[in-house]
């Protein structure tokens, strides 16, 4: 059976291998066990039902939240030649029973209906004749109310299931669940003896940065700038702060649509529209906007207003490139975002259980945006997962190569205030006292007589509550849960208050630049483009971007090449094939380039293969910073500098003077000759802590030196 659901994922799909756990998911259900995959965004999770649903006899019902889209997913399928359909609330009765008797009739392979279909009788007396073998669960976690998005009708699923004639294979799918909302889709849903196949919550082609204390509107300007070509999702926590940003950036001059509850479902629907077929490529939202979205090629995702929890949060960012090329997802933190989401979590929140239960949350969420090690291995723990690296190099803290500060001063001044207040009150009340402020609640209290009153008067408020932040996440100071969380002190910070223990902190460099695309790539894209509004469908169904990009680097001449290309399967070759392959041969026409033809079946075409040093060095050539291609290429920027440094070795032309701080010049030449340049390691602990391996490497090609190791 495997091997058959390899040659579909072939013939209908055009992949040749499997995602990470695709494998496993497919094989458990085609074995008939009930199965739960947690797989990232982007990971392929419709492929692990559609593919059974192929193999299976019968009908595959799917579970999906948003009928919006589930016209999309038809689309899609379609365009993959799989005969699929949907029954909601948009269909008259008739379509509905016309469907129906299609599907009794066996015309399609999957059914999509959402949840609540299952409140209406007539439904369900007539799903009950149909032969249905696969049942799959989408975006599970909505059946769990301790995730986020829970839609109560999605616990109508299970007892649909226990009345059905014969059980079907039930499989459930999310991608984002800790370990308590995962054993919560199991039980809601009455897995049976299920398997449980989580391949892990990493995006590799996701960057995450935070910025904090930006005017986030300039920041906004200066980021979209560079990428006008790109789509992108900026959230906002409010409808009103959705409509203002919107208003802001078209007065600006960009095409932007916005999305959130307050609006008409007709507004929604065509600003949803606008999005997925690129005719407008900034949504503004709120978070109602993108569960279900599969628009595969968003480029950046920008929270404006913190979110309310990581579960949410990663959702949301995990929207950027589920076609696998590289993604952004920025958050921009600013303090009095907390107190939105505490007003939302008293507002909608009733159970004391759940609220505390938020509030812990939403405490996760803040320490995420003031952790100063790498954002990934936050979240990854967050999700439970294990043995992860401590840096992932595609991070904003971890490519900030800013150095340490010792901030053991500061924080001593901090955690002295918090002890002399008792540690009864809240951070920003401790900010209010060391910046000296004549606050009644100060003065009532009588704080402006203890000797910490007025010591950080030289800071703002906010700086001295952001530092405090920065200190919470990591651990010195512990808060109470609730809405107004208490700060004290744990242990270590008693040590660093006895002078046993330093603080040291890095202080974050801010770094903003667009990547430019390839012409090829621009034209293939305004290809499909013409195509999809000629079908009237996103261009997203014709190909993913990966396809495009995939397509611009093999240059396939013919259609066996064609067919080697990423995500080009035989039925999307015979829609659009030729018409690609025409427009790939003019552009090597017009630049003199050689196209690749295909070899036969088995054989795997060449892929181009230059080394990987020296397609750094190109985009360097090009004008990009080591930050950006590192971005890029998806690598860490320490191998981005070890590339440029093999380039120098093998005698390539780099401009070392870039990368050397001119002040240190003559003296790291003086420890190279003093110490000898066999070894790094005693030249760089001789030099100022300021100066970096990489100046040292800089320093010795320009010297001409063969005799580099760059192991250290
Ligand atoms: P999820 O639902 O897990 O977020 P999707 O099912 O929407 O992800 O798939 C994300 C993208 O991955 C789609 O563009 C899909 O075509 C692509 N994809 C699925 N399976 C594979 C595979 N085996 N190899 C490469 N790409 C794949
Ligand atoms: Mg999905």
């Known amino acids: 059976m495997l091997q058959r659901a390899r040659a579909i994922l072939k013939e209908h799909f055009g992949f040749s291998s499997f995602k990470k756990g695709q494998e496993q998911i497919i094989d458990s259900i085609l074995q008939g066990s009930d199965t739960l995959g947690i797989m990232p965004t982007g990971g392929g ?3 692990c039902y559609q593919i059974p649903a192929l193999l299976f006899p019968g009908l595959t019902l799917v579970f999906s939240p948003l009928i919006s889209l589930m016209k999309d997913q038809v689309d899609a399928l379609d365009s993959l030649g799989i005969p699929g359909t949907f029954i909601n609330s948009s269909l ?57 998005d829970f839609r109560p009708s999605y616990r109508a699923i299970e007892p649909f ?91 600006k001059g960009y095409a932007a649509g916005k999305y959130h509850a307050g609006l008409s479902d007709e507004e929604r629907a065509r600003s949803q529209d606008q999005f997925l077929y690129d005719d407008i490529r900034i949504m503004v939202a709120t978070n109602a906007f993108g569960m279900g979205i599969d628009k595969s090629n968003v480029r950046y995702i920008i929270h404006y207003n913190l979110p309310k929890n990581m579960e949410a949060y990663y959702q949301e960012a995990g929207r950027a490139g589920r076609d696998d090329e590289n993604g952004e997802c920025i958050l921009l933190f600013g303090a009095q975002d ?23 949350k939403l405490r996760a969420m803040v320490d995420y945006c003031h952790t100063p090690h790498c954002l990934r291995k936050y979240i990854l723990q967050y999700f439970g997962e294990e043995d992860i690296p401590e840096e992932c190099g595609n991070c904003g803290n971890c490519n900030d190569y800013n150095e340490l500060e010792d901030k053991t001063v500061d924080a001593q001044m901090i ?96 770094e903003t630049a667009a990547t430019g695309d390839d012409s090829l790539f621009d034209q293939l894209r305004g290809l499909r483009k013409e195509i999809a509004q000629r079908n009237g469908i996103p261009p997203y169904i014709v190909f993913a971007d990966s396809t495009l990009r995939d397509m611009s680097r093999q240059l396939p001449a013919d259609q066996l090449a064609m067919l080697a290309v990423k995500g080009v399967g035989q039925r999307k070759f015979e829609q659009y094939g ?67 440094v093999r380039c120098g070795m093998e005698g390539c032309h780099v401009d070392w003077d870039d990368f050397i701080p001119s002040q240190y010049e003559a003296l790291i030449r003086r420890k190279i000759e003093e110490v000898g340049a066999h070894k790094l390691k005693p030249i760089k602990e001789s030099l100022p802590a300021g100066v970096d391996y990489f100046a040292i490497k800089a320093v010795l090609c320009k010297m001409g030196s063969g005799r580099l190791d760059i192991s250290k």
């Open 92 to 148: 008259s009765f008739d379509e509905v029973e016309e469907r129906i008797s299609r599907a009794a009739r066996g015309q399609f392979k999957l059914l999509y209906v959402a949840p609540e279909r299952l409140e209406s009788d007539r439904f369900l007396a007539c799903i009950r004749s149909l032969p249905v073998a696969l049942l799959a669960v989408d975006e599970a976690h909505c059946v769990s109310q301790w995730g986020h």
């Open 45 to 47: 999770k419709s492929a």
């Open 578 to 644: 030729e018409t690609f392959l025409e427009l790939i041969r003019e552009y090597a026409a017009a630049n003199g380039i050689i196209l690749r033809t295909g070899k036969p079946a088995g054989e795997k075409a060449p892929v181009n293969e230059t080394p990987s040093h020296l397609v750094t060095l190109d985009l360097y050539r090009a004008g990009g910073t080591l930050q950006e291609i590192a971005r890029q290429r998806n690598l860490s920027v320490v191998t981005i500098q070890d590339h440029l």
């Open 161 to 251: 299931i226990k009345e059905m004639p014969h059980r079907p294979v039930v499989s459930a799918f999310t991608a984002t669940a800790t370990a308590e909302v995962q054993q919560d889709i199991i039980n809601m849903l009455g897995l049976r003896n299920p398997k449980h196949v989580v391949t892990g919550f990493n995006r590799e082609n996701l960057s995450f940065s935070v910025f904090r204390g930006e005017n986030k509107k300039e920041f906004l300007l200066a980021y979209l700038a560079g990428r006008k070509e790109q789509a992108g999702i900026i959230y906002a926590a409010t409808r009103k702060e959705v409509d203002t940003i919107f208003e802001f950036l078209l007065k």
């Open 338 to 360: 907390i107190q939105i989401q505490k007003f939302l979590i008293e507002q909608t929140l009733v159970s004391p259980e759940r609220k505390s239960n938020e509030y812990k």
């Open 415 to 510: 955690f002295s205030c918090i002890l002399r207040m008792r540690e009864q009150f809240g951070i920003s009340l401790v900010a209010e006292v060391l910046k000296g402020s004549r606050n009644k609640k100060v003065l009532r209290y009588g704080f402006n007589n203890l000797s910490t009153y007025g010591l950080m008067k030289d800071r703002t408020l906010k700086q001295i509550s952001d530092f405090a932040n920065i200190l919470v996440a990591e651990g010195y100071i512990l808060l109470t849960e609730g809405r107004y969380p208490v700060a004290g002190l744990s242990p270590r910070a008693y040590s660093v208050l006895k002078g046993q223990g330093k603080v040291l902190i890095k202080v974050r460099q801010k």
